[in-house]
C-alpha cells in the first residue's frame, strides 16, 4: 500500500508546471498540448481538469468569434445620435434646442420624445 502511494502524482501540480514552462517558451498553455505533454510523461489527465487548472491560473479562454474577421468593437450610439446623423440640418441653433425642449417635457422625457419620433420616423419612410 506504501508503493502505491509512492506512484501517485499531483496531477493538478503537474499540469502547473507544464503550463508555467509552456508560458515562459512564449507559447499558449492549451489543454490538448498540456495532455499530450504529460502523457508522455506517463501522467494521464482530463481535458476538464486542466481546464480548471489553467482557469485557476488565470488562463482564461479566448471567446470564439463567429463568422470570418472580427470587427472593432464600435461605441453604441443612442437613439438621439442615431436620428441626428441621418438627417441633421446644417446648424442647431438655440431656438431648435427650445423647441426640442418643449417637445421633451410634453413626453415626459426626451428618451419618450425620441421614442415617439422614431416611430414616427418609420411611418414616413
Do not use: C, H, W, Y
Request: charged share 35%; no cysteine.
Amino acid at each position: 500500500m506504501a508503493d502505491a502511494k509512492a506512484k501517485e502524482v499531483n496531477k493538478s501540480a503537474e499540469i502547473r508546471k507544464v503550463a508555467t514552462s509552456m508560458k515562459a517558451k512564449g507559447e499558449k498553455p492549451r489543454p490538448v498540448t498540456i495532455i499530450a505533454t504529460l502523457k508522455k510523461q506517463g501522467v494521464e489527465v482530463s481535458s476538464p481538469q486542466v481546464s480548471m487548472v489553467l482557469k485557476r491560473m488565470g488562463f482564461r479562454p479566448q471567446r470564439r468569434r463567429k463568422g470570418g474577421k472580427a470587427k472593432a468593437a464600435a461605441p453604441r450610439a443612442t437613439a438621439a445620435k442615431k436620428i441626428l446623423r441621418a438627417k441633421a440640418p446644417a446648424k442647431i441653433s438655440v431656438d431648435d434646442l427650445l423647441a426640442a425642449k418643449k417637445v421633451a417635457e410634453k413626453f415626459g422625457s426626451a428618451d419618450n420624445a425620441i421614442k415617439v419620433l422614431e416611430a414616427l420616423k418609420r411611418f414616413e419612410g
